[in-house]
């Protein structure tokens, strides 16, 4: 396969990704958004690459800084962060693709430390990375005996954030989560509100593309990748790239035709259009969102699937909202959160969390539920979710907002019998539904304590 390079000789695909850990590093970017904004231009084999490598180089750091560390004979927080960067690129394709030529990895690595003006460095990178290629059976994990510590390094997770696991689910459960987060996430879709369901599915199979109905979401489908056929009809609106966990959140609500519906931080619309399509837009949806940008991807992503009934609101959740009490029937709170669900797609969150921001996040999501909930009316339906997997964000939360509101109840009966219950919810995980780690509870009440 004939790769496609830059003048000085490295690949696009290696370029592109470099400069997408940069901004993930420097920037504070998100690689799943960069991914998807910046690779269009690439060939369909470049882009693989290109995934490949951000999205492995970010799944196994802490593991390539201890080769790194081995190999370069010095610590990692001692190397300018590009001529880093290089080396995390190079080690990767040397020792997780094997399809890579070694000179390959090794060239474009020396390359690119040179075109971010770091050519100072090209002889350390050359030294590091061909002594790594003569001396592949070194293993940065097999003189760790801490157990802790050799998951961390093992699975590239802040030993803080294991710690933490451990205490909540115990070391199996942590280190077959941990494990799963560095594995790619299944590729799930849904129909869309202007689809028609048997002409799209139709199309799909006269297509070639392999697809089965989900065992954990009823209105979604997995397919093991996608294909050009897919992107086409993603383009077009007909169908909608969105997790199974994440589609159960919007079933659980429960809404129905003629029913008023508030999602009160609804961007960047995944469930709002969701709840839109199980309604055949004939509910009347409310999208809140505190960022008024963030409401004009709502606005577009609603344009694009023709989900005709949705309207936006810009508003604060955690405070008062510009509503009479009790006005919806529904009420769907998928609140700000950690992101440790979420991990197999977005692997830099690991790195960046800090155990401050649990608490934070905590306080945050207690203000947001009990502002919100004042919004459903007596006998409606309040959904409370997060993609994170901690329980303080969740159980904790929960158990808060129930001591608040003594005539609130969990609807039970709502939630999907086949998932594991905590006391306060259901759970996914990708080691087990293999979907995004999310948790949700539906909750039912006559009436809200506005005392509390």
């Known amino acids: 396969m004939q790769e496609r390079r830059t003048k000085r000789s490295v690949s696009r695909a290696r370029l592109t990704a470099y400069h997408i850990l ?23 084999s470049d ?47 040397l020792r997780c693709l094997a399809r890579v030529p070694a000179s390959a990895a090794v060239n474009d690595a020396v390359n690119l430390v040179r075109l971010a003006r770091r050519g100072f460095a090209a002889g350390l990178v050359n030294a590091v990375l061909r002594r790594a290629a003569r001396e592949v059976e070194f293993d940065p994990v097999a003189a760790i005996a801490d157990p802790v510590e050799r998951l961390s390094v093992e ?46 599915l139709q199309r799909l199979r006269e297509q070639g ?23 086409a009809l993603i383009a077009e609106g007909l169908i909608y790239l969105q997790d199974e966990a994440s589609q159960l959140v919007a079933c659980a609500l429960g809404a129905k035709a003629k029913e008023r519906v508030f999602d009160a931080c609804a961007a960047p619309g995944s469930k709002a259009t969701l709840i839109a399509a199980l309604t055949n837009n004939r509910a009347m949806i409310v999208a809140g969102d505190l960022h008024l940008h963030r409401l004009h991807t709502v606005r577009a992503l609603a344009h694009q699937q023709g989900a005709e009934n949705i309207h936006l609101v810009n508003l604060n959740a955690e405070r008062p909202l510009p509503f009479e009490e009790e ?24 790195y960046r969390l800090r155990p401050s921001d649990i608490a934070e996040l905590q306080a945050r999501q207690t203000r947001i539920l009990l502002e919100t909930a004042k919004a459903a009316r007596k006998r409606g339906r309040l959904v409370y979710s997060t993609c994170s997997v901690e329980p303080e964000e969740n159980e904790d939360v929960v158990r808060e907002f129930l001591r608040a509101c003594p005539q609130a109840r969990i609807a039970w009966e709502a939630l999907p019998a086949a998932l594991p219950r905590t006391d306060f919810g259901v759970r996914t995980w990708p080691h087990r539904e293999g979907t995004d780690g999310f948790f949700f509870t539906a909750v039912e009440f006559s009436a809200f304590d506005r005392t509390a």
């Open 327 to 350: 006005t919806f029937d529904r009420v769907l709170v998928d609140a700000p959160c950690s992101g440790t669900g979420t991990l197999r797609r977005n692997p830099e969150i690991r």
């Open 47 to 93: 882009r693989r690459l290109c995934y490949e490598l951000v999205l492995g180089v970010l799944r196994r750091q802490i593991w390539l800084d201890r080769l790194i560390e081995h190999y370069a004979a010095r610590p990692t927080d001692e190397l300018d962060p590009a001529v880093r960067r290089a080396l995390r690129l190079g080690l990767y394709q």
């Open 22 to 44: 940069r901004r993930v590093e420097e920037e504070g970017a998100y690689s799943s958004v960069l991914l998807a904004l910046t690779t269009d231009d690439l060939s369909a």
């Open 209 to 231: 593309v392999e697809f089965e109905a989900s065992s954990v979401a009823s209105c979604a489908w997995r397919t093991p990748a996608i294909s050009g056929a897919l992107r």
């Open 155 to 200: 699975s590239s997770h802040p030993i803080w954030l294991l710690k933490r696991w451990i205490a909540h689910f115990g070391m199996e459960e942590t280190r077959a989560f941990a494990r799963a987060n560095n594995e790619p996430a299944p590729v799930a879709f849904r129909l869309t509100p202007k689809a028609e369901s048997n002409a799209v």
